[in-house]
């Protein structure tokens, strides 16, 4: 028999409601990092998945992620869909003590999140029109397949595959979907190879990455679904690993640059909050601060990896989530202790989670180049034309200016 409880109702609610802003918050994080010409357009791209994402949740979405398995690939779309069944009575499978109309909006943000983490790896380059069908199909084919292998009950969940709060789920498939964005979309023509992008904003990123460092707490600690120990640790655990990452970079900044960068602190702290992510529930605190550090170290060095292969991720989302969330991923499967919850580090579980990264990685890749390929052979070409990318983004789709100069 589970039974409604009012302070894990209130509680799930409020991390709900911090995930919920991460999404305007990273519009306010990628708004700054880009030129001011692509400012406004990224910032949309953010906030539009919000509108966008929700009604495919209502109408499928929610159902193929955690209606009932079948055959470990999807959910049934029949249970749930247009939020038929999805009442205040807990969850028998999900959630047990807080409503699953609850469960169902937290888990909606997550979803929104998702595929806007992208928009940074191919910022001032993707049409409009060309982003609403790439994030439509993203969410179809890429994002609700994922969640349902691993938090829907599918096949990775039954081999034993765990992810906290999003490490292999949200950072693994929009970091490699990230990579394959822009290799299947090529370089800017208005960057040359190996040239840096001054950001428009400095001041903006930082208020972007406070919120998102804000809303990571519910990110993290609310998939505890309680008010209980194990939000406590995922919530301290959350803070550890970000601070820790931010100092490492900064040391890893001011040693190879000869001299410290605010920007490079910045994404430090969001290298390490996407890494602690997968095991945020998982680990003691002083495993945070190995993952901390070693997610940004891993985080900071695939620079030369980027560099090697020359891809144009303009806001290095590949290196920062993917990377991060595979890290994370991995060092759970070594420091997971059974006194904070059921998983137990050992061999077993770390091949576990390998196997969980690379099938996520290389599905979410492949299938990002096969839905820019057919968008693109049946519509108008997803990129944007030379003259617009020069011209910026902002004035050439919306016809509008970020700021009056």
Same mark, same amino acid.
């Given at each position: ?102 469960? !169902? ?5 997550? &979803?929104?999140? #998702?595929? +806007? /983490?992208?928009?940074? $790896? =191919? ?93 990571? !707490? ?5 998939? &505890?679904?309680? #008010?209980? +120990? /194990?939000?406590?640790? $995922? =919530? ?170």
């Amino acid at each position: 028999m589970y039974t409604l409880n009012t302070g894990d109702t209130a509680f799930v609610m409020l991390c709900t409601a911090l995930v919920c802003l991460m999404t305007p918050a990273l519009a306010l994080f990628y708004g700054g990092m880009v030129p001011r010409k692509n400012v406004l357009t990224i910032m949309m791209q953010n906030f539009i998945s919000m509108g966008v994402i929700a009604v495919i949740w209502i109408f499928g979405g929610f159902s193929l992620a955690f209606g009932p398995d079948l055959g470990g690939i999807i959910g049934d779309i029949t249970f749930h869909f247009g939020l038929d069944g999805v009442g205040v009575a807990p969850s028998t499978e999900y959630a047990s003590t807080v409503p699953f109309i609850l469960f !169902f909006a937290y888990q909606l943000m997550f &979803a929104v999140i #998702a595929p +806007a /983490l992208i928009t940074g $790896a =191919f910022a001032g380059r993707l049409t409009f029109s060309g982003y609403l069908k790439f994030i439509i199909l993203w969410m179809i084919f890429i994002y609700l397949p994922a969640c349902h292998w691993i938090w829907g009950g599918g096949f990775l969940a039954k081999l034993g595959v765990v992810d906290f709060a999003g490490g292999i789920v949200i950072h693994v498939s929009a970091g490699f979907s990230a990579l394959a964005s822009v290799l299947y979309l090529g370089r800017r023509t208005t960057v040359r190879p190996g040239e840096p992008t001054v950001a428009s904003n400095l001041p903006l990123v930082a208020v972007g990455a406070g919120l998102l460092w804000f809303g990571w !707490f519910g990110f993290n600690a609310g998939g &505890a679904y309680a #008010a209980d +120990a /194990l939000a406590s640790y $995922a =919530f301290t655990n959350t803070t550890i690993a970000g601070s820790v990452a931010m100092l490492v970079w900064l040391a890893l900044d001011w040693h190879y640059s000869r001299r410290p960068t605010f920007s490079g602190v910045l994404v430090g702290a969001v290298a390490g909050l996407a890494t602690i992510t997968p095991c945020a529930g998982y680990v003691e605190p002083w495993a945070a601060i190995v993952i901390g550090g070693l997610g940004s170290l891993v985080c900071y060095f695939a620079k030369g990896v980027q560099e090697r292969f020359a891809f144009d991720d303009a806001l290095e989302v590949w290196r920062a989530h993917g990377m991060g969330g595979v890290t994370g991923a991995l060092l759970l499967g070594i420091l997971a202790s059974p006194n904070i919850d059921r998983v137990s580090a050992s061999l077993e579980q770390f091949l576990m989670q390998l196997l969980g990264v690379i099938i996520v990685a290389v599905y979410s890749f492949f299938v990002t180049l096969i839905i820019f390929k057919v968008i693109d052979m049946w519509g108008k070409p997803i990129r944007v034309t030379p003259e617009e990318e020069v011209a910026g983004l902002d004035n050439s789709i919306l016809g509008e200016d970020a700021y009056k100069m």
